[in-house]
């Protein structure tokens, strides 16, 4: 299963994306995640469906410092082997 999901709220500045990427990795899933210039975080993760409905389930809180007001998730088709990771993207 693969989905893009666009974070809005306040998840820059708060580790949003360490956080993300541990969780992402403690559950198995490849993808990545990066902010955006207009205050948004993105990310794309892929993995088994169980493990990213869990990881979904984490995504509605996020981590301790952060608030998430609206998460966009779309599925889209799997593009096996894209990702070697889970990584986090700059710029």
Known sequence: MQVEIY???LVQGVNFRYHTQRIARSLGLVGFVRNLPDG???ALV?????AVRRFLEWAQKGPPM???DRMDVRELPEQGGAFPDFEIRYG
């Open 46 to 50: 892929q993995g088994p469906e169980d």
């Open 66 to 68: 952060a608030r998430v």
């Open 40 to 42: 948004r975080v993105h």
């Open 7 to 9: 974070f809005e709220g």
